[in-house]
């Protein structure tokens, strides 16, 4: 089956520091593996995407690479800032059979950043 | 990015009423909408898939007499806590995919949750 396995958290850093949250998935076939952040108080919103096996998805400097081989989808940013703050979810989506579409999270992981 | 509403942010109800969430797609349309319910410190659940024009598909566990989905649009999905119980307070989250269809690509869009408090 579908799931997706993420590094406990909550994690604290201070700002500027590099961050690394764990994710590993099993699936069958091969999936879409995407990043969620939820601000406090705020609905999920997408942080980036890979459709496809060795894709890396980026954006406002977080990075993930769809690693095939060791079924992972590792989120990573060099400096986080305050505004980081956040719980992070990673999730793969079925990209076929009458799963097509849903959603699987990870449990979440708080990431705290101190000034 | 496409953008879902979720109507109310928050309730708090006495325990054996019912409670109605409204999920809404704003400048789109979906076919497709999904319920999740998120406990604290854990992730989100899929409770059901929300059909337009059809039954929704609950997911393993979930009691449908409990927890009425009705998608009565393209841009309109309910969900129903009948005779809510305390235990059934929680954070109910709604997404809908992009291009309003579930595809294993599309982006999801989400709901800024409702928080439902039974006393």
């Known amino acids: 089956g579908n799931s997706v396995t993420q590094m406990e958290g909550p994690v604290t850093l201070s700002e500027e520091a590099f961050l690394t949250i764990n994710c590993t998935y099993t699936a069958t076939g091969y999936p879409s593996l995407f990043w969620y952040v939820q601000y406090p108080g705020e609905g999920l919103q997408l942080l980036l995407k890979?459709?496809?096996?060795?894709d890396k998805g980026s954006n406002k400097g977080f990075e993930a690479t769809y690693r095939k081989e060791t079924t992972s989808f590792h989120l990573e940013k060099g400096s986080v800032q305050v505004s980081d703050s956040a719980v992070y979810f990673c999730?793969?989506?079925?990209?076929?059979?009458?799963?097509?579409?849903?959603?699987?999270f990870g449990r979440g992981t708080q990431l705290t950043v101190w000034p | 990015g496409a953008v879902v509403s979720q109507h109310p942010s928050r309730v708090i109800c006495k325990s054996g009423t019912s409670v109605k969430i409204e999920c809404r797609s704003l400048?789109?349309?979906?076919?497709?909408m999904f319920w999740y319910r998120q406990f604290p410190k854990k992730s989100l659940m899929l409770m059901a898939t929300?059909?337009?024009?059809?039954?929704?598909?609950?997911e393993q566990g979930v009691e449908k007499d409990k927890f009425l989905i009705n998608h009565a649009s393209l841009t309109l999905s309910t969900l129903t806590v009948t005779s809510a119980h305390p235990e059934d307070s929680s954070f109910y989250i709604c997404s809908a995919p992009q291009f309003g269809l579930a595809g294993g690509n599309n982006e999801q869009f989400f709901g800024p949750g409702t928080r439902l408090t039974v006393l």
């Open positions: 929300s059909n337009e024009g059809s039954k929704a598909t609950y």
């Open positions: 999730a793969l989506s079925a990209n076929r059979g009458s799963t097509l579409g849903r959603l699987y």
């Open positions: 400048d789109f349309q979906a076919t497709t």
């Open positions: 890979a459709t496809k096996a060795d």
